[in-house]
């Protein structure tokens, strides 16, 4: 089969080779899909600046999501799934023509179609996770939702809105500000001409957020912490900020520092808290929890409860474009590749 390998840091037009190699075989518990087609995510740009810890020595093959058919289990239990298609996650290995990956990390998509299908995956379980497990919301509640024309940012504010909440979102251009409001989004901010904090301070007055969904970091984090009151939680799943610096450990030290010091006593007595997200650990660690996850999202994608955008399609001697697009920030909803 042939993959496409992560060779070096730095420019996506240099950084990734497809080559050959061989078709993986499952092993207990496993089972393997056929790939019609992965999905790209933040993290993958980390991964390729050498700014992701999780990721694997390089030369490797990147990749969360897959939808395609599977076409071999080991478990006799699970021959049910021979032939059927589906979405999967892949703790990495994604961006390849054959994957193998742990019979909960999947789910029965039928013939819905593949944009949807890698939705569902990392960004749309993703925002489920953090809306619907970790945390709990009413009717009237405030949220934050940062980069809310992303794919995980999309999601927040159909599942947010869904729930009754209040939603403020942020993007870098007027052109995404329309696409949010689509998307039900009640205060819209271009953070690169407005300050948000500034913004949802003047709309707030003297209330406070109940949540704020931060995939950034760095000093948005501390005005983050500063716009949640009472009750509040500050949902931390990425550090973006980072991606921009170029001056290796100085820019890592300023990006730590620009986030500034909370101390545990302080969250209590404000009554605030902090949640950080990192679902490759929850998959590790509570596939259980994961695979309800993928369910529910897959329920509802299926069910035509959820809308997704495309932001583009590319075939695999495209990846370098795709990657590039997506570090641009500019980007809309997912992108995808096509074997």
């Excluded at 993290?43 to 076409?71: K, S, W």
């Excluded at 819209?188 to 209330?207: A, F, P, Q, T």
């Amino acid at each position: 089969m042939k993959a496409v390998y992560l060779e070096k840091k730095g420019d996506p037009k240099v950084a990734f080779q497809v080559r050959d190699k061989e078709k993986p075989v499952p092993k207990e518990n496993e089972i393997r899909i056929k790939v019609e087609a992965f999905g790209l995510n933040y993290a993958d740009v980390m991964a390729r600046n050498g700014l992701y810890r999780e990721a694997p020595p390089m030369p490797c093959v990147l990749g969360y999501e897959v939808v395609g058919v599977v076409d071999q289990v080991a478990n006799e239990s699970d021959k049910d799934l021979i032939g059927k298609r589906v979405v999967a996650f892949t703790r990495f290995g994604g961006y390849a023509e054959y994957v193998v990956t742990n019979n909960l990390a999947v789910s029965i998509i039928d013939d819905l179609e593949v944009g949807k299908g890698l939705s569902i995956a990392t960004q749309f379980v993703t925002a489920y996770y953090m809306s619907h497990v970790i945390t709990q919301f009413f009717p009237g509640d405030k949220v934050l939702i940062h980069a809310g024309a992303g794919g995980v940012g999309m999601a927040l504010i159909q599942f947010c809105k869904q729930q009754g909440c209040e939603v403020f979102a942020t993007a870098g251009s007027n052109e995404k500000l329309d696409f949010m409001r689509q998307l039900g989004a009640d205060h819209v901010i271009n953070y690169r001409s407005d300050d948000y904090e500034v913004e949802i301070d003047k709309i707030l007055g003297k209330d406070r957020l109940d949540a704020t969904f931060n995939p950034i970091a760095g000093e948005t984090f501390r005005k983050d912490f500063r716009l949640i009151g009472a009750g509040g939680r500050l949902i931390l799943f990425g550090g973006s900020a980072r991606s921009a610096g170029k001056w290796g450990i100085f820019s890592t030290l300023n990006f730590v520092r620009k986030m500034g010091l909370v101390l545990p006593i302080g969250t209590m007595m404000r009554s605030k808290s902090i949640l950080g997200v990192n679902m490759l650990k929850i998959g590790d660690q509570r596939p259980m929890v994961l695979k309800h996850c993928l369910d529910e999202v897959a329920k509802l994608m299926l069910a035509n409860k959820l809308q997704v955008h495309i932001g583009g399609a590319f075939s695999v001697d495209q990846i370098d474009e795709a990657h590039e697009l997506l570090e641009s920030r500019k980007s809309k909803g997912k992108l995808l590749i096509h074997w």
